[in-house]
C-alpha cells in the first residue's frame, strides 16, 4: 500500500473527509473575510470606540477632529492602534462565526428537509445566525475586552495585548475579562441573526428575480451591506452598553451591570443621543465592513470549493 498515512486516509470515509474539507474552507474563508473588513474599517471604529465610551457629544464634525488631532499627535498608524488585538479577535470569531453558521444550516436544514445549499425558511434561518453569533462570541470574548482597552487608552498605558491581560487581570481580577459579555451576548443575537436572516434573504430573492444562481460580487456587497445596516441598528444600544462596562476601569468609572449602565447613560446624556452615540458613523462603517465580509467569505468558499473540485478531477 506504500506508506501508513495513505493506509489510513483510505480508512476514512469519504464523507467525513469532504465534512471535514467543507468545515476548514469555512473556517479559513471566515478568517480572511474578517480580516480584511476590521483592517478596511479601522481608524472609524477606533473613533467610534471613543465617543462611545465618553460623554463628548457626536457628530461628523467632532468625529473628524478626534481622527485628525489623533493622525497629528501620534502618527498615521496610530488610526490602527488596536487592531493588532482587533486581528486577534477577529481572525478566530470570524472564522468560528461562519463555519458555525453552516453548520448550524445543515443541523436546522435536516428538520425541515432541506438539503445543502437551499435557503432555510425565515424562522430558521434568524436562528441560525443569531447561534452563530452567540457561539464565537462566547469563544473570542476577552480578546474583544482588550480590543477596546487599547482602542481608549495611550501607547504608554498598554504596549501590547499581552500587557493588557497580565494589567488588568493583576489589578482588576480575571472576573473583568468577562465584564460586559451580557450586553454582548444580548446585543449578538439582533446583530448576527438579522445580519445573516437580512443577507441569506436578499440572495434568496435575487436568484428568484434574476434567474442567476450566483450574484455579482458587486451585488453581494450591496447584499452585505443592508444586512450590516439593518443588523447594527437593531444592537447599536447594547453596544454602547458593553463599550462602557468594558472600559470602565481605565475611565474611572463604575458599571456593575446593565441596567445601572443604560440608566446612567440616559440621565446623564439623554436616550437617543447617549445610547445612539456614533450610530450615524455605524451606519458608514457597518455596512462596508459587513459587505466586505459576506463578499469575501462568499468567494473564497466557492474558489476553494472549485480548487477541491479540480483536485478530486
Request: proline share 4%.
Amino acid at each position: 500500500h506504500g506508506n501508513g498515512f495513505e493506509s489510513r486516509t483510505h480508512m476514512i470515509p469519504v464523507e467525513s473527509r469532504i465534512d471535514q474539507r467543507k468545515i476548514l474552507n469555512s473556517l479559513l474563508s471566515g478568517a480572511l473575510a474578517g480580516a480584511l473588513a476590521k483592517t478596511a474599517v479601522a481608524p472609524l471604529d477606533r473613533t467610534k470606540i471613543i465617543f462611545q465610551v465618553s460623554s463628548k457629544r457626536f457628530s461628523a464634525k467632532e468625529a473628524f477632529k478626534v481622527i485628525y488631532f489623533t493622525y497629528l499627535n501620534e502618527g498615521f498608524f496610530s488610526l490602527w492602534r488596536g487592531n493588532s488585538a482587533t486581528m486577534v479577535r477577529v481572525i478566530p470569531y470570524a472564522a468560528i462565526q461562519f463555519s458555525a453558521h453552516e453548520e448550524y444550516k445543515i443541523i436546522l436544514g435536516r428538520n425541515y428537509g432541506i438539503k445543502g445549499g437551499e435557503t432555510l425558511p425565515p424562522c430558521p434561518r434568524l436562528v441560525a445566525g443569531a447561534l452563530a453569533g452567540m457561539t464565537a462570541a462566547s469563544l473570542t470574548y476577552p480578546l474583544d475586552l482588550v480590543r477596546a482597552r487599547m482602542a481608549v487608552t495611550p501607547k504608554e498605558m498598554y504596549s501590547n495585548i499581552f500587557h493588557v491581560f497580565i494589567r488588568m487581570s493583576r489589578e482588576e481580577g480575571l472576573k473583568t475579562l468577562y465584564r460586559g459579555f451580557t450586553p454582548t451576548i444580548l446585543g449578538v443575537v439582533p446583530y448576527s441573526g438579522l445580519s445573516f436572516f437580512t443577507y441569506e434573504t436578499l440572495k434568496k430573492f435575487h436568484h428568484e428575480h434574476s434567474g442567476r444562481s450566483q450574484p455579482y460580487p458587486l451585488e453581494r456587497m450591496v447584499f452585505g451591506a443592508c444586512a450590516g445596516l439593518i443588523g447594527q441598528s437593531a444592537s447599536y444600544p447594547l453596544d454602547v452598553v458593553r463599550r462602557r462596562m468594558q472600559t470602565a476601569g481605565v475611565k474611572g468609572q463604575t458599571y456593575n451591570n446593565i441596567i445601572q449602565t443604560l440608566q446612567e447613560i440616559v440621565s446623564k446624556e439623554g436616550y437617543i443621543r447617549g445610547l445612539y452615540k456614533g450610530l450615524s458613523m455605524n451606519w458608514l462603517k457597518g455596512p462596508i465592513a459587513v459587505g466586505i465580509s459576506f463578499t469575501t467569505f462568499d468567494l473564497m468558499q466557492i474558489l476553494l470549493q472549485k480548487f477541491d473540485e479540480g483536485n478530486r478531477n
